[in-house]
């Protein structure tokens, strides 16, 4: 029997009490290629991007994020709320193609008590398996990565170039 090598995150409790890159904000960071933050993009459209998450519950866990900055949802326009809902639509048919999970959580933190740790509105996708980890290794201060984030990056950057292109012939 063949043991598999997990990855451990110990520094995410640092991260959530404070500890990031020096920038005003890590969303907006992404969005304009700032060398001082991993950046994690998987696909952009228009004035939204897709990007994995840097601490992910889950493989394929995934943000949609407006470039540009605002805190709340209330904030977007009706073109950017039917946009990022187009673009989950499609993120969650990259998803099911590439991971097949049973199942996702989706939806946005608003504030920092709902445990938003990011002030920049994102909407997020978790993918879900029957087998997964539980909430354990989020309260032990450690997190067992099943996938390198380097290689869903590959696998779902590849996915949503060829999503997109089904998408745009389709709309031919």
Avoid at 116 to 124: E, M, N, P
């Amino acid at each position: 029997m063949e043991i598999e090598k997990h990855r451990v995150v110990s520094n995410k409790l640092s991260y959530a009490k404070g500890k990031r890159p020096d920038v005003p904000c890590i969303l907006c960071a992404v969005a304009s290629d700032d060398p001082r933050v991993d950046n994690l993009r998987v696909y952009r459209e228009g004035d939204l991007f897709v990007t994995l998450n840097l601490y992910p519950y889950n493989p394929g866990h995934l943000m949609i994020v407006p470039e540009r900055h605002c805190l709340d949802v209330r904030e977007l326009s009706e073109a950017e709320v039917l946009h990022i809902h187009r673009l989950q639509v499609m993120t969650l048919g990259v998803l099911d193609q590439v991971y097949s999970p049973g199942g996702y959580n989706i939806g946005y933190n608003l504030g920092r008590t709902s445990g938003a740790s990011i002030d920049h509105i994102h909407l997020q996708i978790v993918p879900r398996y029957r087998s997964e980890i539980g909430f354990f290794d989020i309260l032990s201060d450690s997190r067992v990565i099943v996938e390198d984030p380097r290689v869903t990056k590959e696998k779902l950057e590849h996915a949503f170039a060829a999503a997109a292109g089904a998408n745009s012939r389709q709309a031919r």
